[in-house]
Nanobody, 123 residues
Framework: VQLQAYGGGLVQAGDSLRLTCADS????????TGWFRQAPGEERSFVATIDYSGGLTRYADSVKGRFTISRDAAKNTVYLQMNDLKPEDTAVYFC?????????????????WGQGTQVTVSS
């Protein structure tokens, strides 16, 4: 599993962005994928997770109803669609893989991390 996150950028409040987490490693690997974010001076925090099948998802309360996580198994890719972005969503966003057949919401459950992608939301 080799994860690469991209799709960040500078947007205005209310805009949308879609982040992509692409796995360039072996296809068919069964793991949960999570998105986390880290703002300057803060700890990395959970945003969303999806299981290997794409059938189970969970979100942080702060993004529920605005963000959607999805998986395209054929492309070995997970997306994070972010709508109605707010300045408090500004952070570096990371995707990660956890070797579980369910979902995972804790950083400690994740074994493999991709590099981050910067999301900046101006007011």
């Amino acid at each position: 599993v080799q994860l690469q996150a991209y799709g960040g950028g500078l947007v205005q409040a209310g805009d949308s962005l879609r982040l992509t987490c692409a796995d360039s490693g072996r296809t068919g690997a069964q793991y949960a994928t999570g998105w986390f974010r880290q703002a300057p001076g803060e700890e990395r925090s959970f945003v969303a997770t999806i299981d290997y099948s794409g059938g189970l998802t969970r979100y942080a309360d702060s993004v529920k109803g605005r963000f959607t996580i999805s998986r395209d198994a054929a492309k070995n890719t997970v997306y994070l669609q972010m709508n109605d972005l707010k300045p408090e969503d500004t952070a570096v966003y990371f995707c990660a893989a956890a070797w579980t057949l369910s979902i995972a919401t804790s950083r400690r459950q994740y074994d493999i991390w991709g590099q981050g992608t910067q999301v900046t939301v101006s007011s």
